[in-house]
């Protein structure tokens, strides 16, 4: 029944449908999709169903499906399909994987015909899949429906749609410390001058996510190399390899002596490898493309945050209409540090600083550690409540710091602040 529903609102809707932000998918795009065969159709992995053993208090089968933009090729993708896994076979929960789905209505397909396969718990991981989900969870309130870094759970008013996030700008704030120490130690050797300190940045929109981190990762470099600076440029598509490589590229003959990323595949920290130029990676380790440049990598480990929803499935328990998973919680990460190439004392500041975080004295914004046009900011009104008009609704500095990700999981730090440099916002 619900597939026929489906058919009949596609046939009405698609012309008035849009995807929410723009993916210039490995496999296919919402602009594209319709030109998909059978060979490149979205691939779709299982549990056995033999595994699954826990039932909701009604006593039905927790059954999850997750629909993922890219595949295991992407960083960001397998770094959710990784804890997908995990949090479903440590609770023996039969789960679906759909992979390879587009910011279109290819989401809102998906997530029925993971429905109809009896998921009870239905998960999506793209900014641009989220009106898709919330299309779903109006059709189906039976059953929950959440989603990765959307930001109009708390305006929608559902109870069976969820937006979640973690505070990801402290990862990278600490992956920035990393870069800091390698900045100094390649002055302390000679090998660039102070005033050389320029990082690099590849980044796929201009979304306050991206700005986010890469705002958060230059506050962290220049907390310890005060003369850093940072050239920014954007790919317009989250997993681009070709053109994340020739961006990582292009800073690097601009001067830019170490690379950081916001995208999703090996291009940046491959052509970093080949130059020799030390890279800060994201959501997990790149050291096998590049051992003799990878430094660390910061990352959201989104077990806790799943297996907190199939935990509230089980139990009929109402899951956060928006969580932000914390160092705390065990939700912000960092990988080892490669030793053969980190600064020496990387992970002992690193640990120091990230205790600092912990214990409150140290905010990642603080508003006294970066200016805006020369000022500095005592006061900013944010669009936390994402208006279509854009009107900016939320007072977000106190006690001295932007306070991101407090309002709303998804993040809402869209500043441009002096020493960052872009070279192009197209995206």
């Known amino acids: 029944m619900k597939k026929l529903v489906a058919w009949l609102l596609t046939a009405t809707m698609a012309l008035s449908l849009a995807a929410c932000g723009g993916s210039g998918s490995a496999a296919s795009t919402s602009s594209d999709a319709a030109e998909e065969t059978e060979e490149t159709a979205a691939e779709e992995e299982a549990a056995p169903a033999e ?7 009604e006593g039905q089968t927790v059954k999850a499906g997750f629909i993922f933009l890219h595949d295991e090729n992407s960083t960001y993708d397998l770094n959710f399909m990784n804890a997908a896994k995990e949090a479903c076979e440590s609770m023996g929960v039969e789960y679906i994987i759909k992979t390879n789905i587009p910011e ?4 809102y397909d998906a997530a029925l015909e993971l429905a109809d396969e009896g998921c009870n718990f239905i998960f999506a991981d793209s900014f641009g899949h989220e009106d898709f989900m919330i299309q779903a969870a109006k059709e189906i309130p039976e059953v929950q429906f959440a989603h990765a870094t959307g930001t109009k759970a708390h305006t929608e008013g559902l109870d069976n749609y969820h937006n979640a996030f973690a505070d990801i700008f402290q990862g990278r704030y600490l992956a920035g410390v990393a870069a800091g120490m390698k900045l100094n130690e390649m002055i302390e050797k000679g090998e660039i001058t102070a005033e050389e ?10 979304y306050a996510e991206v700005i986010s981190g890469y705002t958060s990762f230059f506050l962290g470099a220049r907390s310890i190399c005060p003369t850093a600076t940072m050239e920014v440029t954007f ?3 989250w997993y681009d390899e070709t053109a994340e490589k020739e961006g990582a590229n292009k800073l690097i003959s601009n001067g830019c002596k170490l690379i950081s990323q916001h995208a999703d595949s090996m291009g940046a920290p491959t052509a970093c490898e080949t130059a020799g130029v030390p890279n800060v990676s994201y959501n997990g380790s790149t050291e096998s493309v590049a051992p003799n440049t990878f430094i660390v990598s910061s990352r959201i480990d989104w077990t806790p945050y799943l297996t907190h929803c199939l935990e509230c499935v089980r139990d009929g328990a109402a899951i956060e209409t928006d969580w932000t998973g914390t160092l705390a919680t065990g939700s912000v990460k960092l990988t080892d540090v490669n030793a053969n190439v980190a600064a020496e004392g990387t992970q002992e500041k690193i640990d ?34 994402t208006d279509p008009a854009y009107e900016k609704d939320t007072e977000v500095i106190k006690d001295g710091a932007f306070h991101e990700s407090e309002f709303r999981s998804a993040p809402y730090f869209d500043l441009q602040i002096d020493g960052i440099t872009l070279l192009d916002t197209a995206f």
């Open 352 to 385: 120091e600083i990230k205790a600092q975080i912990e214990d409150g004295s140290l905010q990642v914004f603080d508003t006294s550690t970066f200016t805006v046009e020369g000022a500095t900011l005592d006061s900013f009104m944010a669009d936390v409540d």
């Open 197 to 206: 300190a320029k990082i690099g940045y590849v980044g796929a929109f201009t």
């Open 51 to 57: 595994d699954a053993k826990e039932e909701t208090a």
């Open 235 to 237: 790919t317009g598509s």
């Open 104 to 107: 279109g209505q290819e989401c």
